[in-house]
């Protein structure tokens, strides 16, 4: 615009400069006084014309030159500011990186399975009287109170939600003991447990815990200590913890028992306390993502410019001056200005070809659990009462080690209000055998184990994110669910300026 008024301003000036003047000539009148008139020369005029127009012309096509080399500017500018990224792995972690990412740079997306969405992983029932009907078998539920983030993405995809139940059951096989927390029916299911004196020692410890727990965790008392170490100081009953809280830890993290013992005990708390968990008041609304998770991968993979390629797990990840190559498994070398390692710790640590120290000492502390996921219509996994069926199931089985990987039912008609003919369970590494004419599928998943050493880290993670033209995210960057996924893509995001 500004081009245009100048423009303007200057024909507007030459036409006057140009214009010729008017020429005056002398005559004598009737009292013998000089008398002067004017007329135009015809010279001039053609001369005027001439000039004008060359003139004209010349101004014309400098400002259309102008114009023309201040759009080529911006277009090269902006061409010059996109950059060309990688993001290897399509988990929540990867695609929220991509997908914020993709709004101002080309971003080309890798994922090793035939599918995209990792941990998000939602099964149609393939036949029979619910044919077609969508079960999870991964990322279930979400609240809007502790996952904010996630709940920003849904919102901004369209995506709906609807109520789910979070309940905990826990049955032994061998003495027949359990309850579940469905509701007082069901903590106390027979006249029995009002006198066993395990049951209510474990009702005691509960309530204690809820009373003192939110006290220990924000008075430092929890610092450098581990579950089993501070249960032992504040003499915690054998009942409470091995028939409800380890219990219920493994089956939240996906990890042995034993494994709970040794987990930090102030992140844990913390996780309890953020969650609705530690008291037994003020708990957030559960949802799940109505059709299925998948739900929101869909719509997510609908905006991105360029399809991820599947099935195409890097060989490797070289780092070079002012980029990266990927190195595909044909030796093909790809070459990017920035990775997005969206993968678990130790995945992405396998994928650098040149790791250094501090990306060494950054990720090499992770550990991963590998779960058996099995979808199935039995109900040999869950409690032999149906009234006593929770959203989580633990079942201890006789002479079952705290060593072993924990073994827990999702109940998936309660966790996603299915209305259905069949029963749906996702059970994670199954000790006793399901029949197998009731499984509709197996896969297998991996979770972190934390620990003081690989927790240590998630500091430095953030600090180092970005060297070498290298960007990691991923659940480990928190607690290991998918608001921490999430979170860690939206941060990433943030350093190259582009917000939620």
């Known amino acids: 615009m500004a081009l245009t008024i100048a423009g303007r301003w200057r024909l507007g000036w030459l036409s006057k400069t140009l214009t010729p003047r008017r020429c005056w000539k002398s005559s004598g009148d009737a009292t013998g006084r000089s008398r002067q008139s004017y007329g135009r020369s015809a010279g001039v005029s053609f001369i005027w014309l001439v000039r004008s127009f060359s003139l004209t012309t010349m101004v014309r096509s400098g400002l259309s030159l102008t114009t023309d080399l201040s759009k080529r500017t911006k277009a090269m500018s902006k061409k010059k500011a996109e950059q060309k990224i990688a993001v290897v792995g399509c988990g929540v972690s990867g695609l ?59 919102e901004q995809l369209g995506v709906g939600l609807e109520d789910s139940s979070m309940t905990f059951s826990y049955h032994d096989l061998q003495t027949g003991y359990g309850y579940a927390g469905n509701n007082l029916r069901t903590l106390f299911p027979s006249f029995a447990h009002c006198f066993n004196p395990n049951h209510l020692s474990l009702m005691k410890d509960l309530w204690r815990f809820a009373r003192i727990g939110y006290r220990d965790l924000n008075s430092g008392f929890l610092a450098g200590k581990t579950l089993g170490q501070y249960f032992e100081e504040r003499r915690f009953g054998q009942a409470f913890l091995h028939n409800y809280l380890y219990p219920m830890g493994a089956a939240i993290w996906s990890s042995p028992i034993e494994a709970m013992q040794g987990f930090p005990a102030q992140p844990y708390l913390h996780f309890l306390e953020n969650h609705g968990l530690l008291r037994l008041s003020n708990r957030p609304q559960w949802k799940y993502v109505k059709g299925g998770s998948r739900t929101y991968v869909r719509a997510m993979l609908q905006q991105f410019k360029r399809p991820p390629r599947l099935s195409a797990a890097p060989a490797g990840i070289r780092r070079i001056e002012g980029g990266v190559e990927l190195i595909t498994h044909t030796g093909e070398a790809l070459r990017f200005d920035h990775v997005v390692i969206g993968a678990h710790a130790d995945e992405a640590l396998k994928l650098l070809i040149d790791p250094s120290a501090k990306e060494q000492a950054l990720l090499g502390p992770w550990r991963y659990q590998p779960n058996e996921v099995v979808l199935h219509t039995s109900p040999t996994h869950l409690p032999p009462d149906r009234k006593l069926w929770a959203s989580w199931n633990f079942i201890r089985e006789p002479g079952q080690s705290d060593q072993r990987p924990v073994s827990v039912s999702y109940y998936m008609n309660r966790l996603q209000n299915l209305q259905t003919d069949r029963d749906y369970v996702v059970t994670l590494n199954p000790g006793v055998e399901i029949p197998e004419a009731s499984v509709i599928d197996r896969t297998t998943l991996t979770h972190p184990l934390y620990s003081f050493a690989s927790m240590a880290t998630q500091a430095g993670l953030q600090a180092n994110n970005g060297a070498r033209n290298t960007w990691f995210c991923g659940s480990y960057f928190g607690y290991g669910f998918h608001e921490d996924g999430v979170r860690s893509a939206v941060e990433l995001a943030g350093k190259f300026g582009i917000e939620l």
């Open 96 to 154: 929220t990186a991509a997908w914020l990412l993709g709004r101002k740079h080309e971003v080309h997306l890798f994922e090793k399975n035939d599918y995209a969405g990792g941990h998000t992983r939602t099964l149609s029932v393939p036949d029979g009287p619910d044919a077609g009907t969508a079960v999870d078998t991964g990322f279930i539920v979400m609240n809007h109170r502790n996952y904010p983030y996630f709940t920003r993405v849904l």
